[in-house]
């Protein structure tokens, strides 16, 4: 394949017989003008530079500024942010509780008439702060494609099948020692237009709040051994490679369950709380 | 210090873009009204979101969380099935393709509306606040840069009050982090 001329945004000038596959698709920012070898190659280069950083700090967040992904690439702030110390609301987050959330809506395997394709998995960690206390009552939610690697979203409309038995959404609270659990079908990669063939690798999206607002976070859980993890711009803007392998479940077989499910685990850490030692100091 | 805060802290999990594909899962009916329209005293929180180079953001969605209107913290349940009637301080607002959103709401008693954006294309969420207009003296808004501070202020319209939200530019939004972050 020729490599196409194109800037970090995916326009440039492609040729014709490519011209004619990106028409084809719905108009997308994303479309593609890279080839995978092309980001590849942005993101060693970044891993490189940041494997020889001169202080060796870890830089365990994703860059918001990260051009293997295109679409950052017009949607990261370019000034530092400012620091502020946590006020009034700040220091606390929403309640969710029975009444938001039924029992059943941790199992996205019954949420319709039949079984839903796929291999059944449950997932489930514990949510913890930065001081490793357990994060209690507190909502997490989870979306994923299906098994086909097709997301119910009206925007997917890749030839993938859609599973009239999965939705792909779920919701719980945890328990009082900060257990989530979500019996689910493991979801399949799904293709997307970041660059030519680009594929994401299977994830579950997780949406977690902590006992106050700072903590609120939105992440995905990737499954272990995934081809795709080096290829994947979404998954490397995580340059630190420590930080990365943390977002990757752990396969547990105590947690699988004879006959009927796979499992797997995973642990989430939100930052650090405030309330504590701010209650502590205003004694 | 507590002795808590004196352990090593744990490595916070990295976070990721909410994507593309968030639309089904994390709405809810009524997420954006806080109150429902056309309750006494209620105020419409409305802006458009934009990116680097102008264009409105169709696929951001938004978190308000607030004090009532007396100033108060709310520790209630029931923001994902509202009764109509318990104010939880917390609504969620996804864009419209013209990158729009819309809280229905209090005006909260304490100064700033706190704020967090999330969107396809962006790595991780921001944190902002959303100052009210008659605000604009608070201690924290004096410690930003004077050209950028209005960029946390809300202006009034005929509704209630406007709030855009730059994520790069000239008018780039200041997003706040805060300690241990």
Request: charged fraction near 20%; proline fraction near 9%.
């Amino acid at each position: 394949m020729i490599p196409l001329a194109g800037n970090a945004e995916g326009r440039g000038a492609p040729q014709v017989a490519y011209v004619r596959r990106v028409t084809a698709a719905p108009s997308s920012p994303d479309a593609a003008a890279s080839s995978q070898a092309d980001v590849s190659a942005e993101i060693e280069a970044i891993s490189t530079r940041y494997d020889d950083r001169p202080d060796g700090t870890a830089e365990t967040q994703p860059r918001l500024d990260y051009p293997p992904y295109r679409s950052s690439v017009l949607r990261h702030p370019t000034k530092a942010p400012q620091q502020a110390d946590p006020e009034g609301v700040e220091l606390w987050a929403p309640v969710f509780g029975q009444r938001d959330v039924a029992a059943l809506e941790a199992d996205l395997t019954i949420q319709h008439r039949g079984e839903p394709q796929g291999e059944r998995i449950v997932v489930t960690g514990r949510v913890l702060d930065g001081d490793g206390r357990p994060v209690r009552r507190q909502l997490v939610e989870v979306w994923q494609a299906n098994a086909a690697g097709r997301y119910i979203h009206q925007r997917d409309q890749h030839p993938a099948p859609l599973d009239p038995y999965f939705t792909g959404m779920g919701r719980c609270l945890t328990d009082a020692d900060g257990v989530y659990r979500f019996t689910t079908i493991k979801p399949g990669p799904y293709p997307w237009r970041n660059h030519r063939n680009a594929w994401r690798p299977a994830h579950i999206h997780f949406s977690l709040f902590g006992t106050e607002f700072t903590q609120r976070m939105i992440t995905q859980m990737y499954f272990p051994g995934d081809p795709l993890f080096a290829l994947d711009p979404i998954y490397q803007s995580v340059v630190d490679p420590a930080a990365r392998a943390r977002l990757v479940a752990t396969y547990d077989h105590d947690e699988t369950e004879p006959e009927r499910w796979m499992g797997y685990r995973w642990d989430i850490v939100l930052t650090g709380p405030h309330r504590t030692l701010m209650e502590a100091s205003d004694q | 210090m507590t002795p808590a805060a004196q352990q090593p802290a744990l490595t916070p999990t990295a976070g990721q873009t909410v994507g593309p594909f968030f639309g089904y899962a994390l709405p809810f009916p009524d997420d954006e009204h806080l109150v429902p329209p056309g309750t006494a005293g209620a105020v419409r929180l409305h802006g458009t979101v934009y990116d680097g180079h102008g264009d409105p953001v169709p696929d951001a969605i938004l978190e308000l969380w607030q004090t009532d209107a007396a100033g108060e913290v709310v520790q209630r349940p029931g923001s994902l099935r509202r009764d109509g009637w318990t104010f939880t301080g917390w609504g969620r607002a996804s864009t419209d393709d013209l990158g729009h959103y819309s809280f229905t709401t209090l005006t909260p008693g304490a100064p700033f509306f706190a704020l967090t954006v999330f969107a396809r294309g962006l790595l991780n969420r921001l944190f902002t606040r959303v100052y009210l207009p008659d605000a604009a003296d608070d201690p924290f808004l004096a410690t930003v840069d004077a050209d950028r501070r209005s960029t946390l202020v809300a202006t009034p319209d005929e509704t209630g009050l406007v709030f855009d939200v730059h994520l790069q530019g000239d008018r780039e939004t200041v997003f706040l982090t805060y300690p241990r972050h």
